[in-house]
């Protein structure tokens, strides 16, 4: 199981250096069911892997000039105040709905993610964006990053891409900076009251490192609307994975199966609008 662990923390490492995110959201697991840890240890053993993993990435994407420094260290900065309240906030918490929240939320960010940007507004491809903004999202982001043990990307890649308008590319190696900064806080809050297997954390960090320079050089010869979508659906998948773990089947697939009935719903709707207007494919 120890072999397989340090496997699975490669692919962490891999998701994060392409992807900017998804590194918790692989971590959690990987500690709970395949290296056996409680989830408030795997929780804080995932930001300490998640801080020092990010901060490789966020070297090799700087490198490439894919980082928005000011965004990014403002957003930390935030993100580590609400980080820290959030993982001592998570001590009132129990453990198993620490894990339904972060499934819930994973969820709610993919569906956002593979929808897109609204087409029509304002967009600053390459700008940094407004200060208080930046602050307001980061105290938000924070306080999920210490409470649920996610390092953030799930939630600051979107934010960086969907509301500030950044490309996908350059919210990925921004949002590797806050990633590093929001672990460490969130970190600092749990190590309050939750002992940790150093030994285990430290051999995993070192292989979702390996990992994680591998994914920087790949982001950038990744489409920017693919590198979007992949980033939807793997959330999406990992977060249906959690709640299906956490949760009796009775809870979860009778919303998922009505969730799917008003998705083909809409989809079949969809297609008879484009029909009704003339048409057909163009």
């Given at each position: 199981m120890v072999v397989l662990t340090l496997l699975a923390a490669v692919l962490?490492?891999?998701?994060?250096?392409?992807?900017?995110?998804?590194g918790s959201i692989l971590t959690v697991p990987v500690l709970v069911y395949l290296a056996g840890q409680e989830?408030?240890?795997?929780?804080?053993?995932?930001?300490?892997?998640?801080?020092?993993?990010?901060a490789f990435g966020a070297v090799s994407h700087a490198r490439?000039?894919?980082?928005?420094?000011?965004?990014?260290?403002?957003?930390?900065?935030?993100g580590m105040a609400g980080a820290y309240g959030g993982g001592r906030l998570a001590e009132l918490v129990p453990g198993t709905w620490l894990l339904v929240g972060f499934a819930?939320?994973?969820?709610?960010?993919?569906?956002?993610?593979?929808?897109?940007?609204?087409e029509g507004g304002p967009v600053k491809?390459?700008?940094e964006l407004p200060v208080p903004r930046v602050v307001a999202e980061g105290l938000v982001v924070g306080a999920v990053t210490g409470l649920v043990g996610a390092g953030g990307g799930f939630l600051v890649v979107p934010a960086l891409a969907l509301l500030g308008g950044l490309p996908m590319a350059v919210a990925v190696g921004t949002s590797l900076v806050v990633i590093a900064m929001k672990s460490f806080a969130g970190l600092a809050g749990y190590l309050a009251t939750v002992h940790v297997d150093w030994t285990l954390t430290l051999l995993v960090a070192a292989a979702a490192v390996v990992g994680s320079l591998a994914g920087g050089r790949l982001t950038g010869l990744i489409p920017d609307t693919a590198l979007r979508k992949g980033f939807g659906w793997f959330v999406l998948v990992m977060g249906?994975?959690?709640?299906?773990?956490?949760?009796?089947?009775a809870v979860w697939v009778v919303p998922v199966l009505l969730l799917g009935g008003a998705g083909g719903a809409w989809l079949v709707g969809r297609v008879r609008q484009k029909a009704d207007r003339g048409g057909g494919p163009e």
């Open positions: 962490v490492g891999l998701a994060l250096g392409v992807l900017g995110g998804g989830p408030k240890q795997a929780i804080a053993m995932s930001l300490f892997v998640v801080g020092v993993t990010s490439a000039g894919r980082v928005r420094w000011r965004t990014g260290l403002v957003f930390g900065a935030a819930v939320m994973m969820i709610a960010t993919a569906v956002a993610m593979l929808r897109g940007r609204r491809p390459h700008g249906g994975f959690v709640l299906a773990q956490e949760l009796p089947v």
